[in-house]
């Protein structure tokens, strides 16, 4: 909460700029009545106002303690310690292994009869001949052997009938043709003599050959 000298400035401070604003009350209209006097605060200006006072807050009740209360540690009673029903096994001093235990001895095998010797060289099996085969018999006897190869002789082909003109063909041209040449063209009128080079001035004279 605010002092009540704080709360009387910032009220003074909200007048002054309200009537800082133009209004109805203070605008210059021509049948506006006359304007009011200027008013006089009681207080003094805000310039020379005095400071609040620094009075610090007095609480109803002391102040909360600047430190959290910890009450003091109550020691847990001690716990019975835990007997064995039998008094605990030594600790190993080293990893335990058992001691393997031995396999009952296997029955050597009988053979029904005695084992055949081990070979000394690999057995290779007789070759089992196949019973021969009967020579095939021709029915003709066979031909024999080619010496060169075979080529069958050249049978020619029948003439071609020779072709019919309809009409007979034309003879075949003894010289190369040639057009008859054309007549001379005839001017209607003598061709012009060609111009002659009319010079301005006098033309030079010839040059001498030494």
């Not at 209209?29 to 605060?41: D, R, V």
């Amino acid at each position: 909460m605010g002092s009540p000298t704080a709360l009387l400035v910032s009220t003074l401070l909200v007048t002054l700029v309200s009537l800082s604003f133009p209004s109805e009350t203070t605008a210059s209209y021509a049948h506006s009545p006359p304007a009011s006097p200027p008013y006089h605060y009681k207080s003094h200006p805000l310039e020379h106002s005095p400071p609040p006072p620094e009075n610090p807050y007095h609480y109803k009740s002391p102040p909360p303690p600047e430190k959290p209360y910890h009450p003091p540690s109550v020691p847990s009673p001690p716990k019975e310690p835990y007997h064995y029903k039998s008094p605990p096994p030594p600790p190993p001093k080293e990893p335990y292994h058992p001691p393997p235990v031995p396999s009952p001895p296997k029955e050597p095998y009988h053979y029904k009869s005695p084992p055949p010797p081990p070979p000394e060289k690999p057995y290779h099996p007789p070759p089992v001949h196949s019973p021969p085969k009967e020579p095939y018999h021709y029915k003709s006897p066979p031909p024999p052997p080619p010496e060169k190869p075979y080529h069958p002789p050249h049978v020619p082909s029948p003439p071609k009938e020779p072709y019919h003109y309809k009409s007979p063909p034309p003879p075949p041209p003894e010289k190369p043709y040639h057009p008859p040449p054309k007549e001379p063209y005839h001017y209607k009128s003598p061709p012009p003599p060609p111009p002659v080079y009319e010079y301005k001035s006098t033309p030079p004279p010839p040059p001498h050959h030494y």
